[in-house]
């Protein structure tokens, strides 16, 4: 498919996901016998509510990502990751302690990461994990549970999980089948526009200068995607019914995939929402509310949109379905095997 035509495609897609969301509702209007104006100022509170919320997390991460383009060569990717697979894959559910962004910044960053030469496992690993293990989520989810064991919980199974899917994709897939183009570096098939194949380190000037230019185009790329994701998030908050839900999550096996449900509705950025998951903990058993604060970081509306603009659409798919398994079987077994 030409550049054009992914273009065409894209602006294709963009169309038919407003008129999802002006359908469903005007369904909603038609349905529930409520005020048209009600429902659209619920939704337009909850599509402001999330898009605030993301916006500057998805700022910093682009401006990391410009920061990176400017000063980190693939010289600097060799010498700081390991050469074995396994504990390379370890290393990248760390790196968010060196990049402290949410899933909404996160993605950027992989992405420069990748064109960088980042082995592909230890992004995928990066972009699942450093939502959670981060040190602003790590203090937040402190601050609402205590140092207990919900936070002991939620960064031993998202390394876990992260680190698991890392591994799958080293041992079962090569970066030409599972990223886009634009998100590889020369050597593996990428662009060799976006990135010399031997670069210079830039002078502090320059590289601030190409540092901000880049934050502003990529921004304006990926924020593309996050309205998408925030959309169809603030509908799917108008449209359903949250008291539904919490009558259905009493049971150890229903409980874990109303909260994974939940998560990936809400739509709620990872560094507050460790404060929602609060008002459940009472209603919702443990087990269950660590899927929502693993799983809900790591997937949820707006990052599955994201994850298109570097990957290829049918790896978007497994990146959305390992984790949920992953996190659903932990939550599950917890719920089954442990009393908190």
């Known amino acids: 498919m030409d550049t054009h035509a992914r273009v065409m495609l894209r602006r294709a897609l963009l169309w038919a996901a407003a008129l999802a969301v002006v359908t469903l509702l005007l369904v909603a209007v038609i349905g529930t016998g409520q005020d048209a104006g009600t429902i659209i100022s619920i939704f337009s509170t909850r599509f402001l ?4 919320e993301a916006t500057p997390f998805l700022l910093l991460g682009t401006l990391a990502s410009g920061l990176i383009d400017a000063f980190v060569t693939p010289d600097d990717i060799a010498r700081f990751v390991p050469r074995n697979k396994i504990l390379a894959t370890i290393v990248g559910s760390l790196l968010g302690f060196l990049f402290p962004v949410c899933e909404c910044g996160v993605v950027p960053v992989v992405r420069r990461l990748f064109t960088k030469g980042l082995p592909m496992s230890v992004g995928v690993t990066f ?3 450093a939502p959670v293990i981060n040190p602003v989520v ?9 140092i207990g064991p919900t936070l002991i919980g939620r960064v031993v199974i998202t390394i876990v999980v992260a680190v698991t899917v890392g591994l799958i994709f080293a041992l ?7 990223l886009r183009p634009q998100a590889m570096a020369p050597v593996m098939g990428g662009s060799s526009e976006i990135i010399p194949l031997y670069p210079r380190r830039k002078s502090l000037g320059v590289g601030l200068k190409d540092a901000l230019r880049l934050a502003g185009d990529e921004f304006f790329e990926m924020g593309r995607y996050l309205i998408i994701g925030t959309l169809l998030a603030a509908t799917m908050q108008t449209l359903v019914s949250q008291d539904v839900l919490i009558a259905l999550g009493r049971g150890p096996v229903v ?3 109303v909260m994974q449900a939940l998560a990936f509705l809400l739509s709620v950025c990872s560094t507050v929402d460790a404060f929602l998951a609060l008002a459940f903990a009472g209603t919702f058993t443990t087990g269950s509310v660590l899927a929502f604060l693993t799983f809900g970081p790591m997937v949820d509306i707006k990052s599955t949109l994201m994850f298109a603009g570097v990957f290829k659409g049918r790896v978007v798919f497994y990146l959305i379905l390992l984790p949920l398994l992953l996190t659903m079987w932990i939550g599950i077994w917890l719920n089954l095997n442990i009393t908190f």
């Open 49 to 52: 509510g999330i898009f605030i």
């Open 127 to 129: 972009l699942l994990a």
């Open 138 to 146: 790590l203090v937040s989810t402190a601050v609402a549970f205590g």
């Open 172 to 178: 079962g897939a090569r970066p030409q089948e599972v």
């Open 255 to 257: 409980s874990v995939l």
